[in-house]
């Protein structure tokens, strides 16, 4: 169905292109697995590559499904783009990359920002450097969801819960909002069956409150066999 004479700002439009938390976040979990089934057997393990070489190259498999015609709502993902503020001088500084951001005309954008755990990359960046980016407003300054990524690298001593105990123990900086009795949200509202857990963090008064989704995804620690039907 054609929607005539709405522009790309319309509210309508983004009703109607919009896809939920849900269904962004359900396709880049089976996408991974897919990239991973493809890929990993190939040159370097993926339990040695850095975060950006992940982001980047899951990034270019979701930008080659889309031209493919194999991604099954609007808009597009885009890896590592540089966030900027503007200096008095005039010149801008990088206050952050984005590792991976879904974009549509008219809607705020949704963010997925990836941590990899294990062999020498602590689980507190997870927080330090990954959550409190959406909490300060760097990242998604106009939407109300996004997504933390975890990458657990086999045999890392931190796991899953690791991340949740250092969440509780940094609720005021991150502005963590209790709901249903919670500040750790089970089961996730944005992506069910897919997300361990939500968090809602408040923000500056000018920026709207954000749900994150918290995803954990574990490499695989040996090349695992090609998907059948990709």
Excluded at 61 to 88: S, T
Excluded at 156 to 174: G, N, R
Aim: glycine letters at 8%.
């Amino acid at each position: 169905m054609e929607v005539e004479r709405l522009g790309a700002n319309s509210d309508w439009t983004y009703l109607v292109q919009r896809p939920p938390a849900s269904e962004i976040l359900s396709y880049l979990v089976a996408k991974w697995q897919e990239y991973e089934a493809l890929y990993s057997g190939i040159g370097e393990p993926f339990a040695n590559r850095d975060e950006p070489t992940l982001t980047e190259g899951f990034a270019a498999y979701l930008d080659a499904q889309y031209h493919d015609g194999r991604q099954p709502f609007h808009g597009e993902f885009f890896a590592e783009l540089k966030r900027y503020d503007l200096r008095p001088d005039g010149k801008r500084v990088i206050i952050g990359r984005s590792d991976i951001e879904w974009r549509l005309s008219g809607s705020p954008n949704f963010i997925v920002e990836c941590k990899v755990i294990g062999n020498g990359r602590p689980a507190k960046a997870y927080v330090t450097d990954g959550m409190v980016r959406f909490v300060d407003g760097r990242y998604g300054p106009r939407s109300a969801e996004g997504a933390m990524w975890a990458f657990l690298r086999p045999g890392s001593t931190e796991t899953t819960t690791h991340v949740e105990a250092i969440i509780d123990s940094h609720l005021e900086p991150l502005k963590c909002q209790v709901e249903n009795g919670m500040h750790r949200i089970a089961p996730s509202t944005l992506a069910p069956m897919i997300a361990s857990f939500d968090s809602l963090h408040l923000r500056a008064p000018s920026i709207p409150p954000i749900r994150l989704a918290h995803i954990f995804v574990s490499i695989a620690p040996h090349p695992i066999s090609s998907p059948e039907t990709i």
